[in-house]
């Protein structure tokens, strides 16, 4: 159906007369307006009609208070024989579109009419209520429809380390109602000891919840409470989507549990908080509890008690304010963007055409007022000058990236490889799997590091796939093609015994998976902590590193020339030798991608990798054997591991694969099941 929406004037008197007699037909429900007020509506350019081949099917009647900045619904209306054909949603997008400037559109409708899921399906969320004129009283329900707008408080960035959403059963707990115990556990959220490390929020889903409580006192004293939580609204077409989702999984997994109205309200929460950017939702109900592994495992959301939110604090203190470790350790710093500061970014990230000057600003504000919790971060330099920008969300497995950006600087394009190796980190940290770049102007140097690191271009930007698999070939290819699949690729499937040239491809590609069973050697090498903390600040210093190296995903390791089968690519292991008195030692840090071996003198090694080492050309020259040669290794992407593998531990797992450990003196060949145990050890979750 080509369904037309029509201004209509106060001179179009025979449409005027249509519109009249199509709202009489239904006074019943809208009330008995009187011909000049359709002409008042009209002549203030408050009336739409909605018309299918020649005939009014529909219409709008709305009032534009000068005062109040919102559309104020006075008529909705559509023919009875023409309804369920999206003729509603025609004038409701039709107002959205001329009046966009306008905060929201406003409604009001008797509650006992039962047209609530049709407002919801309009995207309107239940704001209040009043009681009626009428000799009834009957209770008016007040819709909204939010058109998007910043307002005083939506700017407030979050000093919170953790921002969650909180269900029903726990809001109604915090206005005091329900059973003591109930009632208790929902406060204890509001402890004074959480108050800096936790923000409560909610989503319509809660408006709802809000509306259908019976009681009109305790309804109205919940409401009152709403104005405590901070209100995210997420995109009705992303929370609908990400609704069918769950709704399919829940089908499949849970084949005993009918979908009714109230489980898909439930799900409504967990898409709501999802496709706000946000990982917690805080619930006492234990239908929703029940939905918690469909929850993590579709939309990543953890569904958790209150009692247990204080866990997810000590959590996400070590994540949630994430900070690049290569960056930490140099004179470059993180921080998010303050709001309002936007425009004295133009200057250094401004692109061409169409993302010039108040393009570029008004877009990266816009971020911090859709109702998702976008993450802004800056990155300076040490003069403060800033040198990146990138600005991400959590959407469900996938890590949303809607800017990238590098300003011209000497180390850019050494920055734009960094950033995209910290995207993968950041992802893989949060359990993703893709991390998608959709700005549609990223930075050249961006670009061009891009294909070496797996990202590939479609029409919605550059994507790649965290596979965080350590394990054989067809474990690793599984998992590679259920997540290309999602995305509509195919990737190819890998073999036992690849060379160790494909190998480190996928290792690179595909980071952070790993592939055992290929033909990938790997290495352990002995490194003093003094050199360890220079090249990855690995026991920490306390003055900054130079900023080339810190930011640099190359680094360069020497010794002396005698070979022991050293062999590119490969891996390495990174051992931490006994180290002098209060120094950290015996312990593996971690693992990184060997790509060159080269012997030669050691000035022509210091010169040639100057820029990648720590050593001074007299520690090269020292490393030299009795033929006066050293031996340079390049290596990269180094990933230091969560939990450090000590030399206690190493032997335990080492006896387990029924090997000897015994610390390397020098650089040595492992094999490939204890780099497994070793790294899966190093990724342990403590």
Not at 81 to 107: D, F, P, Q, S, Y
Request: aromatic residues 6%; proline residues 4%.
């Amino acid at each position: 159906m080509a369904i037309k929406v029509l201004q209509v004037s106060g001179e179009q008197t025979e449409l005027l007369d249509t519109v009249i007699a199509l709202g009489d037909r239904y006074t019943k429900y809208l009330g008995l307006l009187t011909p000049p007020a359709y002409r008042k509506h009209a002549e203030d350019g408050g009336l739409l009609v909605a018309v299918d081949d020649e005939e009014v099917v529909g219409y709008a009647l709305f009032g534009l208070p000068k005062r109040n900045l919102y559309v104020r619904l006075a008529h909705l209306c559509v023919a009875e024989e023409h309804r369920a054909k999206g003729v509603a949603r025609r004038l409701i997008e039709t107002i959205r579109e001329r009046h966009a400037h306008r905060l929201g559109i406003r409604a009001k409708c008797r509650r006992d009419y039962g047209l609530s899921d049709t407002w919801t399906a309009l995207g309107f969320v239940p704001k209040g209520e009043s009681l009626g004129r009428g000799k009834d009283k009957e209770t008016l329900d007040t819709w909204w429809l939010d058109l998007g707008h910043e307002d005083l408080f939506t700017e407030a960035q979050s000093d919170a380390l953790l921002v969650v959403t909180v269900d029903h059963s726990v809001f109604a707990g915090l206005r005091g109602a329900g059973a003591e115990r109930a009632v208790e556990e929902s406060r204890a959220l509001e402890a004074g000891w959480l108050a800096d490390l936790i923000e409560l929020a909610f989503t319509p889903q809660l408006l709802h919840d809000v509306r259908d409580v019976e009681d009109r006192e305790e309804r109205n004293h919940q409401r009152t409470g709403l104005a405590e939580l901070r209100s995210l609204s997420p995109g009705p077409a992303a929370v609908s989507a990400r609704l069918a989702e769950l709704v399919a999984a829940a089908q499949k997994e849970l084949p005993h549990v009918s979908l009714d109205g109230r489980q898909r309200a439930r799900l409504r929460y967990v898409a709501e908080t999802s496709c706000a950017g946000l990982q917690v939702l805080v619930t006492r109900d234990p239908g929703l509890a029940a939905l918690a592994d469909i929850a993590w495992a579709v939309a990543r959301v953890k569904v958790v008690s209150p009692a247990v939110v204080t866990l997810h604090v000590d959590e996400l203190r070590q994540a949630q304010v994430y900070r690049p470790a290569d960056l930490m350790g140099t004179a470059f710093s993180a921080e998010e963007v303050a709001p309002g500061s936007e425009g004295e970014l133009v200057a250094f990230f401004d692109q061409v055409g169409a993302d010039r000057g108040s393009a570029f600003e008004e877009r990266l504000r816009a971020l911090s007022s859709d109702g998702v919790l976008w993450r802004r971060e800056l990155l300076r330099d040490g003069e403060g000058r800033p040198v990146a920008l990138y600005v991400w969300v959590m959407d469900g497995r996938t890590l949303n990236v809607a800017f990238l950006r590098t300003a011209s600087h000497p180390l850019e394009e050494t920055l734009a490889r960094q950033l995209l190796f910290m995207l993968k980190r950041l992802g893989r940290g949060r359990e993703a799997e893709v991390v998608r770049i959709a700005d549609p102007y990223v930075s050249r140097a961006a670009i061009s590091a891009a294909a070496a690191d797996g990202f590939t271009e479609d029409e919605s930007g550059f994507a790649a796939l965290l596979v965080d698999v350590c394990g054989a070939a067809e474990t690793v290819s599984e998992k590679a093609g259920a997540i290309a699949a999602r995305l509509g690729r195919v990737t190819p499937r890998l073999e036992e015994g690849e060379s160790p040239e494909i190998a480190s491809v996928v290792e690179r590609v595909w980071w952070p998976a790993k592939l055992i069973n290929s033909a990938l050697p790997t290495f352990i090498a002995p490194i003093k902590p003094r050199w360890s903390t220079e090249l990855f600040d690995v026991p920490a210093m306390l003055v900054p590193r130079d900023d080339v190296l810190g930011i640099s995903r190359e680094h360069v390791y020497y010794r002396s020339s005698g070979h022991r089968g050293e062999i590119v690519p490969a891996r390495i292991l990174w051992y931490v030798s006994e180290g002098t008195s209060g120094q950290q030692g015996k312990m593996v840090i971690g693992c990184s991608r060997l790509d060159e071996v080269l012997v030669d003198d050691p000035d022509t090694l210091f010169s040639r990798f100057e820029h990648l080492g720590v050593y001074g050309r007299a520690e090269v020259r020292a490393t030299a054997d009795a033929s006066g040669k050293a031996m340079a290794l390049r290596f990269s992407d180094t990933e230091i591991f969560p939990v450090q593998v000590t030399h206690s531990r190493l032997t335990v797992l080492a006896k387990g694969l029924g090997l000897r450990w015994v610390p390397p003196m020098s650089l040595s060949k492992t094999s490939s099941a204890l780099f497994q145990a070793v790294y899966e050890e190093g990724h342990r979750k403590t």
